[in-house]
Structures are given as structure tokens and as C-alpha cells.
């Protein structure tokens, strides 16, 4: 795995308080990006569904069916 240096300036005693409440500041930093890429993503799917038109009445019920009877 690839990785990258960061580095950040905090107050004297600041990574010591994280270690005491069970925090590692690298995965807690990862986590925060894992968690801005997520919602990034979501926003840019509720765009998509806002602009998608909705599929005609009993459309879902014909799938439903076509997809039994194909496995039939």
C-alpha cells in the first residue's frame, strides 16, 4: 500500500489525550476522509435521481413477473 505524509502542528499533549481516549489520529484521519468521499458520493447520486425520470406504472411488477419466469 501506497502512502503519504502529513503533517499537522497541535497543541502540546493533544495526541496523548487522543491515545487515552482510544483515538489513533491516522485512523481517525482516514476515517474522515473515507466519510467526506462517502457523502461526496451521495450527493452527487441524489442529483442523478433527482433529474431521472420515474419509470412508468406497473413497470416494477413486469420485471418482477419476466424475471420468475425466466428462472422457471
Known amino acids: ?3 503519504e505524509v502529513i503533517s499537522i ?4 499533549g493533544t495526541i496523548g489525550q487522543l491515545k ?3 483515538i489513533n489520529p491516522k485512523e481517525y484521519v482516514e476515517d474522515i476522509a473515507w ?3 462517502a457523502k461526496k458520493v451521495l450527493l452527487e447520486l441524489k442529483e442523478i435521481i433527482k433529474t431521472s425520470k ?3 406504472a406497473g ?9 420468475r419466469n425466466e428462472a422457471h
Not at 502542528?9 to 502540546?12: A, D, G, I, L
Open 1 to 3: 500500500m501506497e502512502t
Open 9 to 12: 502542528r497541535v497543541r502540546r
Open 20 to 22: 487515552k481516549a482510544g
Open 35 to 37: 466519510k467526506a468521499n
Open 54 to 56: 420515474p419509470s412508468k
Open 59 to 67: 413497470f416494477a411488477v413486469k420485471s418482477i413477473r419476466e424475471d
